[in-house]
């Protein structure tokens, strides 16, 4: 209710109701057949543990209609893991949100292969009309996008601060004050497509020196001793790790997020 009360105050809050008139619509339940009773769309929230998740769609299964969505908040797990063998798999998909989704809007739809086209039609306005951002992708893949191109920059970043090139401080900084600031509006493919006179400029002016440089990438780190050592120590320096300073932190990161969704807002309707 008080996080609720905030948003309408910084004008954030989504829908036409009040913040008040919303939460008197949100109640607990126990039982889980009274709980989607009437629903038309089910989103899965439970912690990332397969067995877990597979028991609830499994009980879901017995309980729901031919008409209501299944739906995970899944970041990792693949729908054929989660879904393959229930009797409603093409009412099956995957829409992963991104912390904090109120600020953060993209949310990624994965299908079981068995999904119809209309279950990812129907999700993908739902999601639309929420204010969020749905992106599809058309087959599952390790990762789905988003942490694969979060995966990549990290594994870069972590071979850079181990081989010594930069410092962690500064690695940082080169993506929230470099990249991060076209990031936060256009993606890379149209960052190329500005950068030059349009893609096929871009590709004729830069092939050969992105390859050069994607050749002398390193293999995949372990993301463990010295090097894990070494970047713990400059985060902590910045943020100790410890309740206290993380969540304080992490109050200021979503202020920060907040601003930049406003701004983006403002920038969409201009």
Request: glycine residues 6%.
């Amino acid at each position: 209710s008080k996080e609720m009360k905030e948003l309408e105050n910084s004008g954030m809050l989504k829908g036409t109701l009040s913040a008040e008139k919303q939460f008197s619509l949100i109640s607990g339940c126990t039982d889980l057949k009274t709980a989607v009773e009437g629903a038309m769309f089910i989103q899965e929230c439970t912690p990332e543990k397969l067995e877990l998740k597979k028991k609830i769609f499994g009980q879901l299964d017995l309980i729901v209609n031919n008409d209501v969505i299944l739906s995970s908040s899944t970041s990792t797990l693949l729908p054929t893991k989660l879904f393959t063998g229930l009797k409603h798999v093409k009412q099956c998909i995957v829409s992963h949100p991104v912390n904090p989704p109120y600020y953060v809007p993209l949310v990624e739809l994965v299908p079981h292969p068995e999904t119809e086209p209309s279950t990812v039609d129907k999700t993908h306005a739902l999601m639309k009309k929420i204010g969020q951002s749905p992106v599809r992708l058309t087959k599952e893949i390790d990762g789905f996008v988003l942490n694969r191109l979060q995966y990549a920059v990290i594994s870069e970043a972590w071979r850079l601060v181990g081989e010594g090139v930069i410092s962690p401080a500064d690695l940082d900084l080169v993506m929230s004050d470099g990249l991060g600031m076209r990031y936060a509006f256009i993606g890379p493919l149209e960052t190329m497509h500005l950068n030059a006179e349009g893609m096929t400029n871009y590709c004729e002016r830069y092939r050969e020196g992105m390859i050069h440089v994607l050749k002398t990438f390193g293999p995949v780190p372990d993301f463990s001793g010295e090097i894990e050592q070494q970047i713990s120590r400059a985060m902590s320096e910045k943020t100790p790790a410890d309740p206290e300073h993380l969540n304080a932190r992490r109050a200021w990161r979503d202020e920060c997020l907040m601003g930049l969704a406003k701004l983006k807002k403002q920038m969409k309707s201009n």
